[in-house]
């Protein structure tokens, strides 16, 4: 199994990124991707999940109405796009996949994770 997040960077403050999770290897079961972050010296958190058995989403409260995840079949790949940045999105950014979690924002629903991408909110 391997899962891969990518196109972090440097971004200004009300800047927008698009971040891709590519898997490959998952079983059937692992229906739902999710996105986390972890700033420096805090708590990894959820950001947005994706079911894809029923197409669901769900947000974390910090980046609620700033970001959106989205399917994409052909490359096998979910996607989260990010706006408005702020300095406090600042953080390493993952990517896992978990088998139909009770709660999609939990990291220890999670068992596959893919290595971070950073993104740096700076001016």
């Known amino acids: 199994v391997q899962l891969q997040a990518s196109g972090g960077g440097v971004v200004q403050p009300g800047g927008s990124l698009r971040l891709p999770c590519t898997a490959s290897?998952?079983?059937?079961?692992?229906?739902?991707i999710g996105w986390f972050r972890q700033a420096p010296g805090k708590e990894r958190e959820g950001v947005a999940c994706?079911?894809?058995?029923?197409?669901?989403?769900y947000y974390g409260n910090s980046v609620r109405g700033r970001v959106s995840i989205s399917n994409d079949n052909v490359r096998n790949a979910v996607h989260l796009a990010m706006s408005s940045l702020k300095p406090e999105d600042t953080a390493l950014y993952y990517c896992?996949?978990?088998?139909?979690?009770?709660?999609?924002?939990?990291?220890?629903?999670?068992?596959?994770w893919g290595q971070g991408t950073l993104v740096t909110v700076s001016s």
């Open positions: 994706f079911r894809r058995d029923d197409g669901t989403r």
């Open positions: 896992a996949a978990a088998p139909d979690p009770n709660s999609c924002l939990r990291t220890d629903e999670y068992q596959f």
């Open positions: 290897g998952l079983s059937a079961e692992y229906d739902t």
